[in-house]
Every structure is written in C-alpha cells, then in structure tokens.
C-alpha cells in the first residue's frame, strides 16, 4: 500500500558555473540529481532553466566526440559570421538564434525520488556565446 500524500511541494536551487569556450557544453547532470535529492520530493516533474537568451539546456550523451558533433552542428545552424541583423547591435546573433531553436529547458520526471533520464541522457548547460564568468541555472522539482 502506497503511504498517503504528504501535499504538493516546490523546491528550487540554483546552480551556477562559468564557461571557458565560445560554444561549450557543460555536464550538469550531478547538480541537477543533487537538487532533486535536496527536495525530498518522491513523485513529480523537475525543471531544468537556463534564464539567459545565449544558452540553452540539451539531453544527451556525454561522449566526447558527439559532444564536439553536436558544437560543430550548432556553429554550421548558426555560424558566427553570418548577416544577422542584430550583430549591428552587439555581434552575438548566432547565439541567440541557436539558443531559440534549441531551446532554453528540460523537465524530466522525478519516481520514487530519482530522477528519471535515459542510459545515456546526461543534462548539458550549452553555452553559445562564451566564455562566461557566471552562468545561472534554476533547477525546480515540483511534486509529493
């Protein structure tokens, strides 16, 4: 028999980290099951945000070589040097296109108060437009 609900809860945790290359993935998957651990919470959804319009939030293996595929794919989507109009404003186009297709969250189930992901899902912060000092990352696990 399953125990009774102890109510909705919501916790949040912020993550921060800074980068050291202009197109970077950074492997937060530890912070992020840290943080659901932190919660409590046994059954719900966690939220992975990244609150910045030059980064983006992936799922997927943490493979070296497919890790500089997927940098090497991002920069042909969206190359740098490209006629973008908004470079006139700050030259960082690139990344706020890349960040917009790719898009800036995750949300994964949380069972049994363990986050549920893939054999090969690892979370990445991906950086499109360092490097950068800091980083923000809001990790928010809702649930019982």
């Known amino acids: 028999m399953d125990k009774p609900s102890t109510g909705f809860r919501v916790f949040v945790k912020e993550i921060y980290l800074s980068t050291r290359e202009r ?10 099951e ?9 059954n719900g959804i966690c939220l992975v945000y990244a609150p910045h319009a030059t980064a983006a939030i992936i799922l997927n293996e943490h493979e070296r070589g497919l ?44 069972v049994n108060g363990e986050l549920v992901r893939g054999t090969w899902q690892n979370i990445f912060l991906v950086e499109l437009d360092g490097p950068r000092a800091s980083r923000r990352i809001i990790v928010e696990v809702l649930g019982e």
Do not use: C, F, M, W
Request: cysteine-free; charged content about 20%.
């Open 23 to 32: 197109i970077e993935l950074v492997d937060i998957t530890n912070k992020v």
């Open 34 to 42: 840290e943080a659901v651990q932190e919660s409590k919470i046994r």
């Open 67 to 110: 890790l500089n595929d997927i940098a090497k794919k991002i920069l042909e989507i969206a190359p740098p040097g490209a006629n973008y109009l908004h470079n006139r404003i700050d030259n960082n186009a690139h990344a706020h296109v890349a960040s917009s297709i790719i898009g800036s969250s995750a949300t994964l189930p949380v």
